[in-house]
């Protein structure tokens, strides 16, 4: 299980460095205790021939204090005789311990029979003090003291047997622990190379990293990954964190600036949108005061000819003049105005009649709107301008005329007012022109050529965005407009917007 | 409480079982066994206890409960049956090993060994009266009789064979002779008394000594001409048999029998001087030595009557590689 314990990269080095003077430390220790193993026992080996020396030394001592003994018989010399004893028993038992064979058990029963014999003849001497018997005895220990002299060389090719058995048996005991400590070093010596190599690895590959990633962020063009933040183990990793840190911070504040320079943007093109449509307006006002010329004396004038044709009987001189009068007067009160669609549908009506008496039986005339839908609100003089559209550019260049088509119905909450001519229609790329001109009208100061578009800005700039105009025409066959206006029914609702 | 109890209990189980298992370690101490070969000069290392010795040696090493010691002694003292004797008294081991000398003068010795509580065992010879314990090796006199059959079958019906021995048992009076060399003569005697048309001219007394052997043994060769055979009862006599006969360019009229297998008779052989050598195995016998001590160890008691015979072979040219 790896440790997540933090160890900075000085601790990292010491401890490897605390670990090789160790492994150092404990191979020299357990070399020098091993050393001093074989030294010692090597001594002690060796020691067996002092021993065994010193045993053949007590023997002929024994032997001459013993034969003093019988010559000249003393307690002092009797005393010496089992001082001799002692050390031949004592010495012959050490070895004997030491090197545990058959041959010097024996020799170690020989030493016993030797001595038991001995301690008869001074026994002997002291209480009896016979010669004839002292002499008797000693030749019993002689004999047997001869049987040991003659068996030495056995005894010594034992020793000497033990001796180079020991030393191999010693010798090979310090090639294991020699080879042992040697494979211990071997192993610690790898285990450190390998624990410094992944130590150093580590520390240079994320040094590389780190200044990889770095070069990358100052240098490169693509954007680093921001890393997760891990468990720091050492300073590298607290480096690494931070560096990653800083960098999610670069890349959080480079999104607020993009994201401000947006909104900067867009804040600008509603300022440009606000003052273009600020000049529309007024544009459309200018026109609008140049469109009331004397309104008074055109009254005054169709009042005067109105009573003419009355006076003269001619019924549709007087119908059309008192329609003329009307459209005029609703165009004169209600221009600039929000009026009801009823309203309006009733001076579309007036203008739409006035054409008919001119043209007669060439234009034909379908208006029809649901009920609901005539309360609901919209600026005055919009569905004029269209229906004339119709009829000058659809219906009068044909020979047999046409029909005009007013259809008004409510959809969810928009109003539909669809104007459909079956006149000649336009081109396609007319249309397309058309089309164009009414999706990008901002890009459009003046409302020349395309009385279509106008009408739109109009609408746009009384009742607001959601105001949708769409058109269909066929070269021959007509043409549709459609336009869907938000339904509202109190003036309120359109001042909000 | 109870802990304690159970401590107590425990504790006495343990002090039993360590009282018991020392007790039984105390009584098992090894048998100490003893046998003593001379040292010889270098042609004849092939000595047979020297051999015995070593093969049982080995057949205990690593056995513990036998304590072997192989002690090599110098010539004289081996043909001596008393220093032996008196050596293995004064080491007091269980067991002594003895190679045969003749058992009819060493039975003073033999009774020291058996009031010391000395087992012993002989081998290279047997003796049932001395109060051994067993015998381990060949039958001398079944080899002695297989020597005859092999003249008889092998030689020549009708040959006229000298024998060649160190101490005759005429001569008796020497302790020095050792037992299987009277038993080799005696089987040998007992078998050639069925082959009428075989005799015995003369026999030679020669010594343990290579040199006085050889000149015994050349006088005796041209003191008796008609002599075809020389049957030797032991290496010493049958190297100095080849020997004269090499000398006397006799190669050709005398064939010679002997025992053992040494160097000189190795070479004997392989010069064709030697027709046969009579041998025991010295491993089988050491082997077997070896086994009844491990038993004796393990309880065997052993009666006196046990014999654990080994079987001899002959040795001639078209063999000899089988056996070096």
């Known amino acids: 299980m790896k440790s997540n314990r933090f160890c900075t990269i000085q601790n990292k080095l010491n401890r490897f460095r605390n670990n090789l003077i160790g492994i150092l430390v404990c191979c020299f220790l357990l070399e020098s205790c091993v050393c001093q193993y074989i030294v010692k026992q090597q001594n002690y080996i060796m020691e067996q021939y002092r021993i065994f020396s010193e045993y053949i030394g007590a023997l002929e001592q024994t032997d001459q204090d013993l034969y003093l003994f019988v010559q000249v018989a003393s307690e002092e010399l009797q005393e010496n005789c089992k001082k001799d004893f002692e050390i031949l028993t004592d010495t012959i038992q050490d070895l004997a311990q030491v090197i545990q064979t058959s041959q010097l058990t024996d020799l170690e029963k020989l030493t016993k029979s030797y001595y038991l014999a001995a301690e008869y003849t001074l026994t002997t001497h002291v209480d009896l003090i016979s010669h004839g018997v002292l002499y008797s005895s000693y030749e019993n220990t002689q004999a047997i003291k001869n049987i040991i002299i003659d068996l030495l060389d056995n005894y010594y090719d034992v020793i000497n047997q033990y001796v ?66 891990i468990e720091p183990k050492d300073e590298l990793d607290i480096l690494n964190n931070a560096f990653n840190e800083m960098l999610k911070r670069n890349y959080e504040y480079i999104e607020k600036l993009k994201n401000q320079a947006v909104l900067e943007q867009k804040l600008a093109q509603e300022q440009i949108e606000t003052a273009n449509l600020q000049a529309q307006l007024t544009n459309t006002q200018l026109k609008m005061l140049q469109a009331r010329m004397n309104p008074h004396f055109v009254f005054n004038i169709l009042n005067v000819i109105s009573g003419l044709a009355m006076d003269e009987e001619a019924e549709r001189t007087t119908e059309a003049i008192i329609r003329t009068a009307e459209y005029f007067r609703y165009s004169l009160v209600n221009l600039d105005k929000i009026v009801r669609l009823e309203e309006e549908i ?81 081109s396609t790329e007319r249309l397309h022109e058309i089309r164009q001109r009414i999706c990008a009208y901002q890009e459009y100061d003046d409302n020349q050529g395309i009385g279509i578009v106008n009408i739109y800005h109009r609408l746009v700039l009384c009742i607001g965005k959601d105001v949708q105009i769409e058109i269909y025409s066929e070269k021959d066959r007509g043409t549709d407009l459609i336009l869907r206006i938000p339904f509202y029914t109190k003036i309120e609702e359109v001042k909000n917007v | 409480m109870r802990k304690k109890t159970g401590i107590i209990i425990l504790s006495g189980i343990l002090f039993l079982g360590g009282c018991t298992s020392a007790q039984r370690e105390e009584g098992q101490e090894p048998l100490r066994t003893v046998i003593f070969y001379p040292n010889t000069a270098e042609e004849e290392e092939q000595n047979i206890v020297k051999g015995i010795a070593k093969a049982a040696q080995e057949a205990l090493d690593g056995k513990e409960q036998v304590l072997f010691s192989v002690y090599e002694i110098r010539k004289e003292q081996y043909t001596s049956m008393e220093y032996k004797v008196d050596a293995a008294a004064a080491m007091m081991p269980d067991v002594v090993i003895l190679g045969g000398a003749d058992p009819s003068h060493s039975a003073e010795e033999y009774r020291k060994l058996v009031d010391n509580e000395i087992h012993f065992l002989l081998i290279d010879g047997d003796h049932k009266d001395s109060g051994r314990d067993a015998y381990i090796g060949i039958d001398n006199e079944q080899a002695g009789e297989m020597g005859a059959k092999f003249i008889s079958q092998q030689l020549s019906p009708k040959s006229k064979v000298g024998i060649i021995s160190p101490i005759l048992p005429e001569s008796v009076g020497n302790e020095l002779i050792p037992a299987s060399l009277v038993q080799r003569y005696q089987g040998f005697c007992r078998q050639l008394e069925q082959y009428e048309m075989i005799a015995i001219p003369a026999e030679c007394e020669c010594t343990l000594d290579n040199f006085s052997a050889l000149q015994k043994v050349t006088e005796f060769l041209e003191q008796n001409q008609e002599i075809d055979v020389l049957f030797c009862t032991d290496s010493v006599s049958g190297a100095a048999a080849a020997n004269a006969v090499k000398n006397l360019d006799m190669g050709a009229q005398v064939k010679i029998i002997c025992f053992d297998l040494t160097n000189q008779i190795v070479s004997g052989i392989k010069e064709g001087i030697i027709e046969a050598a009579i041998i025991q195995d010295t491993r089988a016998i050491g082997e077997a030595c070896a086994n009844l001590l491990c038993e004796m160890q393990d309880g065997r008691v052993l009666t006196g009557e046990d014999s654990i015979l080994v079987d001899c072979q002959i040795v001639t040219t078209e063999n000899l590689e089988d056996y070096l």
């Open chain 1, 346 to 426: 009733r001076n579309v009506r007036d203008y739409l009649e006035i054409q008919k008496l001119r043209f007669d039986e060439r234009i034909m005339i379908d208006i029809s709107m649901e009920e609901e839908c005539g309360s609901a609100l919209i600026c005055a003089m919009i569905l004029q301008p269209l229906c004339e559209n119709a009829l000058i550019h659809g219906i009068i260049p044909q020979i047999n005329g046409g029909k005009i088509k007013i259809y008004i119905r409510k959809q969810q909450n928009m109003i539909e007012i669809q104007i459909s001519d079956n006149g000649c229609g336009m």
């Open chain 1, 164 to 229: 180079v058995t020991s030393r191999k048996q010693l010798n090979y005991l310090n090639l294991c622990i020699n080879a042992t400590i040697f494979m211990i070093a071997c192993v610690a010596v790898i285990y450190l190379s390998l624990y410094f190599e992944r130590f150093s690895k580590g520390i240079v590959r994320a040094i590389q990293r780190l200044t990889d990633r770095a070069e990358k962020n100052v240098f490169g063009k693509e954007l680093l990954e921001v890393e997760a933040w």
